[in-house]
């Protein structure tokens, strides 16, 4: 992780924390808000290709709005050993730094100029970093890819 991130020129920091149940509760744990917990969302097309999705907390994907900037009409959420051999991640820990498999990354616009924190490849960490050097790093498509989740 750390040499993946050092080789694409992104200073992060990864930092343990105790076991959350859920994004919110993780967010308490990093005394942040739930917004400033970007979800890595490994998404696969009907080709047998991934893309991840950068979601921030308290938002979920829009399908029709994703689809339609993929240019695609069929998309959905792998099951979890499919994302696994997809990014050598788990579920709730998959991030596109030393993904496997360097996939197309799309950013919800709402992370542009936020310090965040993500998954950090293994259960009971969280990477932050600069939205924006993220996005730079792997030349993510920036665009309004969500919607507040139901709750």
């Known amino acids: 992780m750390r040499e993946a991130a050092r080789a694409r020129g992104l200073d992060i920091e990864i930092r343990e924390r105790p076991a959350a149940g859920s994004l919110f509760e993780a967010a308490e744990l990093l005394s942040i808000p739930a917004s400033g917990i970007v979800k890595t969302l490994v998404v696969k097309r009907s080709d047998d290709t991934f893309l991840f999705a950068l979601v921030p907390g308290g938002r979920s994907i829009s399908w029709p709005k994703l689809r339609a900037l993929v240019g695609v009409n069929k998309l959905r959420l792998p099951e979890p050993e499919l ?9 709730g820990t998959i991030v596109p730094i030393g993904s496997t498999t360097d996939w197309p990354v799309y950013a919800d616009e709402s992370i542009v100029g936020q310090r965040i924190a993500m998954g950090a490849g293994t259960h009971g960490f969280s990477l932050f970093v600069e939205a924006d050097d993220l996005i730079a790093a792997y030349g993510a498509t920036v665009a309004d890819i969500s919607v507040p989740e139901e709750r």
């Open 83 to 91: 994302a696994l051999a997809a990014t050598g991640y788990e579920r």
